[in-house]
C-alpha cells in the first residue's frame, strides 16, 4: 500500500555532489519523521540525517556541513543534498518514514529499496 521510492544515487569523483530523493506513495493520511540511512559494506546500517514533521533536523556528525536533508510536505519527498563526497560516504542509501495510512492507525516505519552512492577516483 505505500512504497518508498527513491532516485538519484549513482557514482562520481571524491569532492563531487549527488541529489537523492525519495517519495511516498500509496495510502497517506500523515508523515512523521523521515529518514536516510546508509549501509556500507561490511557495516550496519547507520542514520544519516532525519527531518521530522515539526521541521527539526539532525546529522551523523561525519556528514554535517556537507549533507543536507530537505522535505516537501506536499509531495511528500524527502531529498538530500550531498556535496564534498569522499570515498567514506560510499554505500547503499534506504530512506524510510514513519506514516499513518488513516486517521485511526498506528504509525508504522517504511523503509525504501536504496540506491547505491559510489564514490571513487
Given at each position: 500500500?505505500?512504497?518508498?521510492?527513491?532516485?538519484?544515487?549513482?557514482?562520481?569523483?571524491?569532492?563531487?555532489?549527488?541529489?537523492?530523493?525519495?517519495?511516498?506513495?500509496?495510502?497517506?493520511?500523515?508523515?512523521?519523521?523521515?529518514?536516510?540511512?546508509?549501509?556500507?559494506?561490511?557495516?550496519?546500517?547507520?542514520?544519516?540525517a532525519?527531518?521530522?514533521?515539526?521541521?527539526?533536523?539532525?546529522?551523523?556528525?561525519?556528514?554535517?556541513?556537507?549533507?543536507?536533508?530537505?522535505?516537501?510536505?506536499?509531495?511528500?519527498?524527502?531529498?538530500?543534498?550531498?556535496?564534498?563526497?569522499?570515498?567514506?560516504?560510499?554505500?547503499?542509501?534506504?530512506?524510510n518514514?514513519?506514516?499513518?495510512?488513516?486517521?485511526?492507525?498506528?504509525?508504522?516505519?517504511?523503509?525504501?529499496?536504496?540506491?547505491?552512492?559510489?564514490?571513487?577516483?
Amino acid at each position: 500500500q505505500v512504497q518508498l521510492v527513491e532516485s538519484g544515487g549513482g557514482s562520481v569523483q571524491p569532492g563531487g555532489s549527488l541529489r537523492l530523493s525519495c517519495a511516498a506513495t500509496g495510502r497517506i493520511f500523515s508523515i512523521y519523521t523521515m529518514r536516510w540511512y546508509r549501509q556500507a559494506p561490511g557495516k550496519q546500517r547507520e542514520l544519516v540525517a532525519a527531518f521530522t514533521s515539526g521541521g527539526n533536523t539532525n546529522y551523523e556528525d561525519s556528514v554535517k556541513g556537507r549533507f543536507t536533508i530537505s522535505r516537501d510536505n506536499a509531495k511528500n519527498t524527502v531529498h538530500l543534498q550531498m556535496n564534498s563526497l569522499n570515498a567514506e560516504d560510499t554505500a547503499v542509501y534506504y530512506c524510510n518514514a514513519d506514516i499513518k495510512i488513516s486517521s485511526l492507525s498506528a504509525v508504522y516505519r517504511y523503509w525504501g529499496q536504496g540506491t547505491q552512492v559510489t564514490v571513487s577516483s
